[in-house]
């Protein structure tokens, strides 16, 4: 199918789609590239419509994506060049986009048989941290998230752009502090939080092999409330000038301490799945 207007209403969602509360009402969010686009496929994500410039889609693989698409039913639509970066995010886009259903993740079911590490992060608001974090989660093997209290929305295309595909392989769960204690209580899942006032270097502990570990916002640290949930406080060492790190990297640091543990006892593999 063909769209030559920019007042077709598809186009207009579109660019209503950068709009968070547009997301939650619709259920639906926005992706473009193709690295995403190729991701989204390999994972199964389920796909509301796509969209293609085939002046600026140049690449064999991306016109492949889109016929593959369009054989399993998806809505697929040709559409000009300045059509197509009238709702682009990039300054020099692929010509390839989609518009995208939310999905609906359980919440994790403990396996004491199997090695499961979530990250909680309260009220982590850069979408290119929690991207970076999504990534990272991948890399060490991670069960998924929970995104506790008021969180930046994981469908912001800065998030799953970040993510580099990672969004599509870490589950994830937006729930508040009751919701929360009430999954640790039930599952009794180790809670480790971070905190630059903590005794405890982060190397000088044992990481259980079902654990959460819990991060704080990117101004204020972990909250009072989250701090009580936690079985054990850890801090990174710094020596330098700088009194903090920024999330991500802080985040990356503890994963890949927790993971090197695993990998030497057995828990991990080391080798990329």
Not at 85 to 103: E, N
Request: glycine share 8%; net charge negative; charged share 20%.
């Amino acid at each position: 199918m063909e769209i030559t207007s920019f007042s077709n209403p598809r186009i207009k969602q579109l660019r209503k789609l950068q709009d968070k509360k547009e997301r939650a009402s619709s259920g639906l969010y926005y992706i473009e590239g193709l690295r995403i686009m190729g991701d989204a496929v390999q994972h199964k994500a389920d796909f509301e419509s796509v969209y293609y410039a085939p002046e600026l889609l140049r690449s064999e693989f991306g016109l492949e994506l889109v016929l593959q698409l369009e054989a399993q039913g998806i809505p697929t639509f040709n559409v000009p060049a300045e059509i197509f970066k009238h709702f682009a995010l990039k300054d020099h886009p692929q010509g390839i986009a989609a518009v995208m259903k939310m999905c609906t993740n359980p919440l994790p079911e403990v396996d004491p048989s199997k090695r499961q590490v979530w990250v909680g992060l309260d009220a982590v608001a850069d979408p290119g941290n929690l991207g970076t974090i999504f990534r990272t989660q991948d890399a060490t093997s991670g069960s998924g998230l929970f995104l506790l209290g008021n969180c930046v929305d994981p469908y912001d295309s800065s998030v799953v752009r970040g993510s580099m595909g990672a969004f599509y392989t870490q589950p994830f769960n937006a729930m508040n502090l009751d919701e929360f204690a009430s999954w640790k209580q039930k599952n009794q899942v180790m809670v480790v939080g971070t905190s630059d006032a903590a005794a405890v270097d982060y190397q000088s502990i044992q990481y259980p092999s079902q654990m959460v570990l819990l991060m704080g916002s990117e101004r204020e640290g972990l909250h009072p409330e989250y701090v009580s949930l936690c079985d054990a406080l850890v801090s990174i060492p710094m020596s330098g000038y700088s009194d903090s790190l920024n999330l991500s990297i802080a985040t990356a640091v503890v994963l890949y301490e927790i993971f090197n543990q695993h990998r030497r006892s057995g828990l991990v593999s080391g080798e990329k799945k």
